[in-house]
């Protein structure tokens, strides 16, 4: 029963992708709900009510002092306990675009040895120095413990953002990074599926061609292109070729992670 999977989206401050995330998550099986920020500011408590956590896309605080900061920084010294205690208890929590920005900002990403509240590494703006609203094509790494990306098979999702290279000086927590599996998803070339550097595959320059990143027990994941962006196969831009090959599939292919959560969701 979608009630048993209750799932908090955390709105509000320049956030605006809440609709297709709400809209995301019913499909797959869950019950979310909107929150505004400055409520769950008020009241960290409310966080107990839920199994799941979203922070969702769009321009938080209007990007000041680099995208996700400022809300990065409020959501640190307001509700770093409730969160300890929530990531404790074997929840889940997703982050896409902005909301992946915020949790790398936060710390939440990578959340090297039980560091949730420590940036380590940075979500830099784009090496084309402008921003981009295109597909990419996603493959996954099946090694990764990521719930999010188990199974899945190399996918085109849409990215829409200015700052999206993840960067880090630190060669030693690059190569921590990949060795602990924290690197589920790259950007590929669309012909080969290898991981790219080139443009506009990788849209960003991102290091390593990473999209997304999770913390070592994979159950917090966050990643710049939007699944929740396609949730039905008209959203591809492509849809009415993809319709004279093959007949068209109910759902789009970004439902998949949101699928891959609810399960993991109802058997634990």
């Known amino acids: 029963m979608a009630s048993e999977i209750p799932v ?3 709105t509000g401050y320049g956030l605006n992708c809440e609709d297709e995330s709400r809209y995301a998550w019913e499909l797959a099986g869950a019950a979310p709900k909107l929150v505004h920020f400055s409520d769950l500011l008020e ?3 409310r966080l107990r009510d839920f199994t799941a956590l979203m922070f969702i896309g769009g321009f938080s605080y209007g990007d000041h002092m680099t995208s996700g900061h400022v809300f990065a920084l409020r959501t640190k010294h307001r509700l770093s306990l ?3 205690t929530f990531i404790s ?3 889940l929590i997703m982050g896409v675009c902005n909301g992946f920005q915020i949790m790398v900002k936060l710390g939440l990403l990578p959340g090297l040895d039980g560091d949730f509240f420590t940036q380590k590494l940075s979500v830099m703006q784009n090496d084309c120095g402008s921003f981009q609203n295109r597909w990419v094509h996603l493959r996954f790494e099946n090694d990764s413990p990521c719930v999010f990306t188990r ?3 190399p996918l085109p999702l849409p990215v829409r953002h200015g700052e999206g290279k993840v960067f880090t000086l630190d060669k030693k927590l690059l190569d921590r990074l990949e060795s602990s599996g924290c690197v589920p998803c790259r950007y590929a070339d669309p012909e ?3 991981a790219s550097q080139k443009f506009p595959y990788n849209p960003n320059g991102s290091l390593n061609a990473i999209a997304g990143l999770c913390d070592p027990t994979g159950r917090i994941f966050g990643m710049m292109p939007h699944p929740e962006a396609y949730l039905y196969p008209e959203n591809h831009p492509q849809w009415d070729i993809q ?3 093959a007949a068209l599939p109910e759902n789009g292919l970004g439902l998949s992670l949101f ?3 609810v399960d993991h969701l109802k058997r634990i």
């Open 8 to 10: 908090l989206i955390i």
């Open 43 to 45: 009241k960290p408590a």
């Open 82 to 84: 409730e969160l300890e």
């Open 89 to 91: 208890q074997g929840k």
């Open 151 to 153: 199974g899945l098979d």
């Open 192 to 194: 080969t599926g290898i």
């Open 243 to 245: 319709k004279q090959k």
């Open 259 to 261: 699928r891959n959560a």
